[in-house]
């Protein structure tokens, strides 16, 4: 563990061997869409990163924001407002499309929702965090080819979104992009394979299918409706979501 006090972030992650950018050169592998081998390798710098930067002492605080548990909880609350939001769709009856939908529509994820937070807890969450915390694993929170590659080197742009978390997590937003994409790729070999490059065991593998399993993109069109945080009318609404009901990808469970 490092004991060394660091003036900021930057500071610490050029003392671990991290360089960092304000660009990538155009690279014909980093077109999309990715290649396998660019995905294994994007793997490859995500688990280096975490390597090189976990670690950093109580020396430190307030260097980095702690989120470990921050994206679970909000699942949860997704799931507490949706059920409320359908009993008062019922109670008062749609008004519009988009309510109508949230009726046909939401239980089915409602339940996939459900069923992944189940597993998730199941699995033994809890005790993934505590080997977190125990780690001080560091996340770098933007894993997508515009944000880290690597050569000689790890190299990162922005470290802005840098924080405490389970090293799990950024393997989840770079393949959480790449299901969004609809990218044709075996996604729980990837997972796998992040998992061996990172010696975590099964319960992470099951953890980061639950966590990609989770119908995210349904559930805030419905926050996004809840709270009016689009200058949408209750027509656009409707179709947004039915967009989103129509790229749904398959569970990885």
């Not at 690279?27 to 081998?37: A, C, I, R, T």
């Not at 894993?143 to 590659?149: A, L, Q």
């Not at 090293?167 to 998992?195: M, P, Q, Y």
């Not at 061996?196 to 805030?220: D, G, N, Q, T």
């Amino acid at each position: 563990m490092s004991k060394k006090y660091y003036r900021d972030l930057k500071e610490y992650l050029i003392s671990c061997g991290i360089n960092i950018v304000e660009s990538f050169p155009e690279e014909e592998n980093y077109k999309e869409p990715l290649s396998f081998d660019t995905i294994i390798n994007q793997l490859e710098a995500i688990a280096e990163f975490h390597k090189k930067t976990m670690g950093i002492s109580g020396l430190n605080v307030g260097l980095l924001e702690n989120n470990t548990g921050k994206k679970i909880e909000r699942f949860k609350v997704y799931i507490k407002k949706l059920k409320r939001d359908i009993k008062r769709y019922e109670n008062e009856k749609a008004k519009n499309r988009f309510e109508e939908l949230i009726l046909q529509k939401a239980p089915e994820y409602l339940d996939r929702a459900e069923k992944c937070i189940r597993i998730i807890y199941d699995n033994g969450y809890y005790k993934l965090i505590e080997r977190s915390m125990k780690r001080n694993e560091v996340c770098l929170g933007n894993t997508y080819i515009d944000n880290i590659r690597k050569n000689e080197m790890v190299n990162i742009r922005d470290i802005r979104k840098c924080c405490y978390n389970m090293v799990e997590f950024d393997t989840i937003h770079f393949l959480g992009k790449l299901k969004k994409r609809h990218n044709k790729l075996d996604f729980k070999a990837a997972i796998s394979e992040f998992c061996r490059l990172e010696e975590l065991p099964l319960s992470s593998e099951i953890f980061i299918r639950a966590v990609l399993s989770y119908p995210v993109e349904f559930m805030k069109y419905c926050e996004r409706y809840r709270y009016g945080k689009k200058e949408w009318n209750e027509d656009e609404y409707a179709k947004k979501l039915l967009g989103v009901i129509e790229k749904d990808d398959d569970s990885l469970l």
